[in-house]
């Protein structure tokens, strides 16, 4: 089939961002056929972001999972891109050197190539759960040029640490990006639809949140993930979607000049006291 490539955001004024809001579960395979299903159905989005850890979920021995970014599993997105002429943000799993894994989230243009990639700085050490047993942590904030735009992307337990969304966006993040797999339990859904709002209201900025659709069944270990949820928020904190708790795709129109219009009238941002903090 003949690549489809589109202008992105910077030519364009406009952009659609398709949010996938997946199931994932034990099995690898199963689990990039509903990515690729995905993407063809966001048809002609600029744009698809995927949950956090999209190539297996938590629970799994996620070392045997693992790939380069060269490697077959990311090989599969990148032709898929390339196909329907759609930009991709996805988790996956990269081996790290002492036998963990590092949780990446990694961009891929509408052309197929590898824009970069993100390795999720603060692990999940919280409610029970001990990511850092599996996962090392990556070592610097990341802001993706991609699909037209500055993208900076959070990984799901990375969006309680306001300085990282702060950071990227004085990087020139337009966009912040937080794919996640966020565990379900007391408050949890809670926790998610309201830190990733304030992101988007504290930095004026616009928000694509994608969870990972709820699991089904418990995974081989620990608590059951994903609440769902997931939410296109603008620069003056307006939820424009929220998939609610079923596996779903929606595909959203985002306007940048917007960002540049609250900021007038609400310059918060340039109000910082850097004097004293």
């Known amino acids: 089939m003949t690549s489809v490539i589109r202008p992105g955001i910077g030519q364009t004024g406009a952009m659609r961002v398709a949010l996938c809001q997946i199931e994932v579960g034990d099995d690898p395979k ?140 004085d990087r020139g993040a337009e966009i912040l990006a937080i794919p996640a797999a966020w565990a379900q339990g007391v408050f949890k859904e809670e926790h998610w639809t309201t830190l990733v709002r304030a992101r988007a209201i504290e930095n004026t900025t616009w928000v694509v949140a994608v969870d990972k659709a709820p699991d089904r069944t418990r995974p081989p270990k620990g608590a059951p993930g994903g609440v769902g949820r997931s939410r296109l928020i603008d620069p003056m904190g307006v939820v424009l979607t929220d998939l609610g708790p079923h596996a779903r795709i929606q595909v959203m129109e985002l306007d940048p000049a917007l960002t540049e219009k609250v900021r007038e009238f609400l310059p918060s941002l340039s109000h910082r006291r850097r004097d004293v903090l």
Do not use: M
């Open 30 to 169: 199963e689990n990039l056929d509903r990515i690729v299903g995905a993407i063809a159905e966001a048809g002609d989005a600029d744009l698809a972001v995927f949950p956090e850890a999209s190539q297996v979920r938590f629970g799994n021995v996620l070392a045997e999972a693992a790939e380069p970014l060269d490697g077959p599993f990311v090989t599969a997105v990148r032709a898929a891109a390339r196909e329907h002429g759609t930009a991709v943000l996805v988790g996956v799993f990269e081996p790290a050197p002492d036998g963990r894994v590092y949780n990446t989230v990694v961009g891929i243009e509408a052309t197929g190539e590898i824009a970069g990639s993100y390795r999720k700085l603060h692990l999940f050490d919280a409610f029970g759960d001990h990511e850092s047993q599996h996962v090392a942590a990556g070592d610097r904030p990341v802001v993706l040029d991609l699909a037209g735009t500055r993208i900076g992307v959070i990984t799901c337990y990375d969006v309680r640490f306001p300085e990282l969304a702060r950071e990227l966006v």
